[in-house]
């Protein structure tokens, strides 16, 4: 948090900007019960809730504490993001119901999911998301093999799909991923810098965590594609069911046959993974049976 912080309170909920900003537009759409004030993307995210229907309001325009550049950018990109979530709808990916410019910002309205993120650093920073008990990373890591592999099953299907529509995924990490411990379901969130293909790496590092990024995502003019995603969900794999970047079998809690699939999907030789999602994901099911 910067020394230059307001706290703004709207309906008994706090939460910190760099200034003060106005959320009038915010009262049509109901009562806030919860806000998320630190993502470093540029938008301020809030629970509303209006006669016991939740939603999810994405908003672009605040000048959030964490985020470095200019609400406008925030704004462009924001609006940019919102016609990935319409092109790849999937009964795993959060629904979006509506957008609409606001007098110093833009808004998006998203069904409400009760999954809690796996990757909660506001709350638990690592080392703590790793052991601290009320961590959902750490709650989630000590469900069943098969409750995980159900998970895995959502992500995988869900890119496969991203893959099959003419998308790659970009900044697929596991925050980007909600669970609900009630209900057993999993659903992705965040899919803001997904691109369409063909799509070449013009920064160098690529937007992302490095827990699970593949080569490519570091190198200037390379290729993002199939096979990065492919990179994308071994990496995944080996978070929630072995020791993240540590992909030594001992870690590994699923058995020898998906290990062998999750090892050959995160090969730093692009060309000795699996040539797909699609091609991936049937491996890691025929690895099941």
Avoid at 191 to 197: A, E
Avoid at 208 to 217: A, C, I, K, L, N
Avoid at 225 to 242: E, S, Y
Avoid at 267 to 284: G, L, Q, T
Wanted: overall charge negative; hydrophobic content about 40%; proline content about 4%.
């Amino acid at each position: 948090m910067t020394n230059q912080s307001v706290t703004v309170n709207i309906d008994g909920v706090s939460f910190q900007l760099k200034e003060s900003h106005p959320f009038e537009w915010l009262r049509k759409l109901g009562r806030i019960f919860c806000v998320f004030d630190q993502q470093d993307s540029g938008n301020l995210s809030f629970g509303i809730e209006r006669e016991g229907r939740k939603k999810f309001v994405k908003y672009a325009g605040a000048p959030t504490v964490a985020y470095t550049g200019t609400p406008q950018e925030a704004i462009t990109r924001l609006k940019q993001a919102l016609p990935l979530y319409e092109a790849l709808n999937h009964p795993h990916l959060i629904r979006l119901e509506e957008h609409f410019e606001v007098e110093n910002g833009y808004a998006a309205v998203f069904d409400w999911f009760d999954g809690e993120c796996l990757h909660s650093h506001w709350s638990f920073p690592p080392p703590q998301k790793y052991t601290h008990p009320d961590s959902p990373f750490f709650r989630f890591r000590q469900l069943s093999v098969e409750n995980r592999l159900s998970s895995l099953d959502c992500i995988f299907s869900f890119h496969a799909h991203v893959e099959a529509t003419g998308f790659v995924a970009v900044d697929f990490y596991d925050g980007s991923i909600l669970y609900d411990f009630k209900s057993g379901l999993t659903k992705i969130c965040d899919i803001d810098l997904y691109r369409k293909k063909p799509f070449i790496n013009t920064m160098g590092r690529l937007w992302g965590s490095t827990r699970f990024m593949s080569p490519e995502e570091f190198e200037l003019g390379a290729d993002i594609d199939a096979r990065t995603n492919v990179f994308n969900m071994g990496a995944i794999a080996f978070g929630l069911l072995g020791g993240e970047r540590d992909r030594s079998y001992t870690k590994w809690v699923a058995g020898e046959k998906l290990y062998e699939t999750a090892l050959r999907a995160v090969r730093p030789d692009r060309n000795e993974r699996y040539a797909s999602v699609a091609e991936f994901y049937a491996a890691w099911n025929a690895a099941q049976v």
